[in-house]
Nanobody, 121 residues
Framework: QVQLVESGGGLVQPGGSLRLSCVAS????????MRWYRQAPGKQRELVAS???????NYEDSVKGRFTISRDNAKNTVYLQVNSLKPEDTAVYYC???????????????WGQGTQVTVSS
């Protein structure tokens, strides 16, 4: 069994920062890309940032310069440093990874359960 577990969310004032973490655990052979999505109430889930296995990154326009995605391949972990937070960043943040389990030839698109980020004064 493979799972993604996010942590690091919380309540923060505008202008504040958080560091979100997502750990992939279980019988993992390899992980291709890792991504962070977010979903605000009443809105569709949107891609925030992604990182490939060799460290290439991409960001949604509204978070460029404020959010930084990184990963530690040895720990099967992806991070999202979120700075200069705004109320419109309030959402549930989900981790997503394309990973291959031991003994399996194909990749699975796997999701975490999400972590809540609330930006409010």
């Amino acid at each position: 069994q493979v799972q993604l577990v996010e942590s690091g969310g919380g309540l923060v004032q505008p202008g504040g920062s958080l560091r979100l973490s997502c750990v992939a655990s279980g019988s993992i052979f390899s992980i291709d890309f890792m991504r962070w999505y977010r979903q605000a109430p009443g809105k569709q889930r949107e891609l925030v940032a992604s990182i490939t296995s060799d460290g290439n990154t991409n960001y949604e326009d509204s978070v460029k310069g404020r959010f930084t995605i990184s990963r530690d391949n040895a720990k099967n972990t992806v991070y999202l440093q979120v700075n200069s937070l705004k109320p419109e960043d309030t959402a549930v943040y989900y981790c997503n990874a394309l990973l291959r389990r031991i003994g399996v030839r194909y990749y699975d698109n796997t999701w975490g359960q999400g972590t809540q980020v609330t930006v409010s004064s």
